[in-house]
C-alpha cells in the first residue's frame, strides 16, 4: 500500500550573511521546508517561481535591501499573499514602520532566540494557512455563484424564447423572427455604444438586458383574437386599432410580473420600454403614444429598425420579400422620419452584416 505522507509547509530565508543563514536552516529544517537565498534576486525569482509559505528576509541584503524586495514582492500578484518577515539588527521605530509600511507581516530582532523564532514562524504559517483557505473559500462560492448566475441566466433566457416563441406560432411569422432581430439589436447597440448620444446608456449589462428583452417585443399580441393575428391582408382600419393595442397589453403584463420580481426591476423596465414604445416613430407619427425624437426609449428606438428590416425581408400572406438592398433603400427613406437618424447611420454601417445574419438564421423552408 503506498503511503501519503502531508507536504511540510516551506520557508524562504533570505540573507547574505553564511552564518546566519546556517543558523537559521538549523532550527527551522525539522519543522518545515527550508529554501534559501542570498541576494535579493535570487529571494525574488524563487518568491514567484516556488511561492513559499512565509520568507524570512533579512533588511541588509545585497543588491536590493529588504525593503524594496518586500515592495516587489507586494507588488507582484503572484508573491502579494505571502507573508513577509524581517531580520534586523534595527530597533529603532523609524525602520520598524518603514517595514510595515512596504508591507512586511512582523519583525525579528537579532540575535534571535530560538523559541521566540520557532513560536513567531509557526504563528505565521498559521495566519497565512488561514488566509490561504479563506481565498480558497471565496473563490469557490465565487465560481459557484457566478456558475449559478449562467444558469438562472441560461433558464431565463429560455423561459423567455419559449413565451415569446407563442406570438410566433399564433400570429404567422416566421420561427427565426426573434433570433434574428435580437442579433441586429446587439449589432447595432455595439456599433453605438460610443456614440455620445448612446454611450451612456449603453453599458455591457444593459446590452444584456435589451438583447434579454428583444424576444417580448410582441408578448402583448398573444391576447389579441385570432382573427387579427391571422389575417392574410392589410388591415382594416377597426382591426388595426386592435392591433395597436398589443402594445399596452404587453407592458402591462411585464408590469404585472415586475411587481413580483422587484429585483429585476432594470430587466423589466428596458422590457417595457421595448415592448410599448417600438411602434413609435420619430416624427412622432407612431403609435401607441406618438412619442417623437429622444422621447421615444433608445431600446424602443434599436428594436423599431431591427423589426422593420426583418418585416421587410420576409414574406407576408399579402406581399413579397424585398431583398436586402431594397429593405436598405426604405429604411434609408425613413430616416429622420420613421427612424433614429443616428440608428439608421449606424445600421448602413453594419448592413452587410445584418444580411449575413438574415441568411444564416434564415426560415425553414417547408
Same mark, same amino acid.
Given at each position: 500500500? @503506498? ?235 377597426? @382591426?388595426? @386599432? ?109 448592413? @452587410? ?14
Amino acid at each position: 500500500m @503506498e503511503l501519503f505522507l502531508p507536504v511540510k509547509p516551506s520557508i524562504l530565508i533570505a540573507t547574505d550573511a553564511p552564518d546566519t543563514l546556517s543558523f537559521m536552516a538549523g532550527l527551522l529544517l525539522n519543522h518545515y521546508a527550508v529554501k534559501t537565498a542570498r541576494t535579493s534576486a535570487q529571494v525574488l525569482k524563487i518568491a514567484t517561481t516556488e511561492q513559499p509559505d512565509v520568507i524570512l528576509l533579512d533588511i541588509m541584503t545585497a543588491e536590493l535591501d529588504g525593503y524594496e524586495v518586500c515592495r516587489r514582492l507586494k507588488a507582484d500578484s503572484l508573491t502579494n499573499q505571502i507573508p513577509v518577515i524581517f531580520l534586523t539588527n534595527q530597533t529603532d521605530p523609524e525602520s520598524e514602520q518603514l517595514g510595515m509600511k512596504v508591507g512586511a507581516a512582523d519583525y525579528i530582532t537579532q540575535p534571535v532566540t530560538p523559541a521566540i523564532l520557532l513560536s513567531r514562524v509557526k504563528a505565521h504559517f498559521m495566519v497565512a494557512a488561514n488566509a490561504r483557505t479563506m481565498r480558497i473559500n471565496s473563490e469557490y462560492l465565487e465560481f459557484e455563484a457566478n456558475k449559478r448566475a449562467r444558469q438562472m441566466a441560461t433558464w431565463q433566457n429560455a423561459t423567455i424564447l419559449a413565451l415569446a416563441s407563442l406570438v410566433e406560432t399564433r400570429n404567422l411569422e416566421t420561427s427565426q423572427h426573434l433570433k434574428r432581430t435580437q442579433h441586429y439589436v446587439e449589432l447595432l447597440c455595439k456599433h453605438l455604444r460610443k456614440h455620445p448620444g448612446f454611450s451612456d446608456f449603453l453599458s455591457s449589462g444593459r446590452i444584456q438586458l435589451m438583447l434579454h428583452s428583444v424576444p417580448l417585443h410582441d408578448i402583448g399580441k398573444v391576447a389579441l383574437a385570432q382573427q387579427i393575428l391571422q389575417s392574410r391582408g392589410p388591415y382594416q382600419a377597426s @382591426e388595426f @386599432e386592435v392591433m395597436k393595442t398589443h402594445c399596452a397589453l404587453g407592458r402591462d403584463t411585464l408590469a404585472r410580473a415586475q411587481a413580483s420580481a422587484p429585483q429585476d426591476s432594470e430587466f423589466f423596465e428596458i422590457a417595457k420600454q421595448i415592448i410599448h414604445s417600438h411602434h413609435e416613430k420619430w416624427n412622432g407619427s407612431g403609435y401607441p403614444q406618438g412619442l417623437a425624437g429622444t422621447a421615444i426609449p433608445i431600446p424602443a428606438r434599436l428594436m423599431a429598425l431591427a423589426d422593420v428590416y426583418d418585416a421587410l425581408i420576409c414574406e407576408r400572406a399579402y406581399r413579397a420579400a424585398l431583398s436586402h438592398e431594397q429593405a436598405v433603400q426604405v429604411i434609408m427613406e425613413g430616416r429622420g422620419q420613421h427612424f433614429d437618424p443616428d440608428v439608421v447611420d449606424a445600421f448602413l454601417t453594419v448592413s @452587410e452584416e445584418f444580411k449575413a445574419l438574415a441568411a444564416r438564421f434564415a426560415d425553414s423552408v417547408t
